[in-house]
């Protein structure tokens, strides 16, 4: 009921695809970035969990043929303007926009340089001070431990940060709050 659209966005990249942070790292960044997006409205939703589980998988479906299409084809998400791969007359796709562009080169390589350069040097002093801190001052050595033992605790507990905040969304309200609403 909070929503009134799912947005599907497919995302490829027709030339060089970064694989790890060390492609980014050594600039490796690619050349052209194509999107993909369909609105679906949440009136054509299925209502079911059975029925939304289905769904989820055929869009998935669908975007693995859109995918084999651009990479296999013309790099270009076109082939969806004739209705080939998603939604094939279904009704739910709303307002589809195609649009092709280039995406400009917003730094040059001497600004890239100097960035890395920055994010070394700044990264490195910001390990050394916190060594620094942890040996010289204990109220530092307390908050890392605590901080340490706080994260691999709810790790081994909820399985995860994300997890943890599921958990206490689906706990029942205490007594004294509903009492409110």
């Known amino acids: 009921s909070n929503l009134d659209a799912i947005h599907d966005i497919t995302v490829a990249y027709p030339h060089n695809i970064p694989q790890t942070e060390r492609d980014l ?3 490796n960044f690619p050349k052209e970035i194509h999107f993909h997006i369909h609105r679906f409205s ?18 998935w479906q669908d975007k693995e043929r859109l995918l084999r299409n651009f990479y296999q084809g013309g790099r270009s998400f076109r082939a969806l303007d004739q209705g080939q791969v998603l939604g094939q007359g279904q009704g739910q796709v709303q307002g589809r926009v195609q649009g092709q562009g280039r995406v400009p080169p917003c730094k040059s ?3 890239v340089f100097l960035i890395k350069c920055f994010s070394i040097l700044y990264w490195t002093g910001f390990v050394g001070t916190m060594f620094v801190l942890i040996w010289r001052y204990t109220l530092a050595r307390w908050y890392f431990a605590s901080a340490v033992i706080f994260f691999v605790a709810q790790e081994k507990i ?17 007594r004294r709050w509903a009492k409110r609403q």
């Open 42 to 59: 949440s009136a054509h939703l299925p209502t079911t969990v059975d029925g939304l589980q289905e769904w989820c998988c055929l869009r």
């Open 158 to 174: 909820f399985g995860g940060c994300e997890l943890m905040e599921i958990a206490v969304h689906n706990r029942k309200p205490s």
């Open 25 to 27: 790292f050594t600039g």
């Open 109 to 111: 390589r001497g600004r």
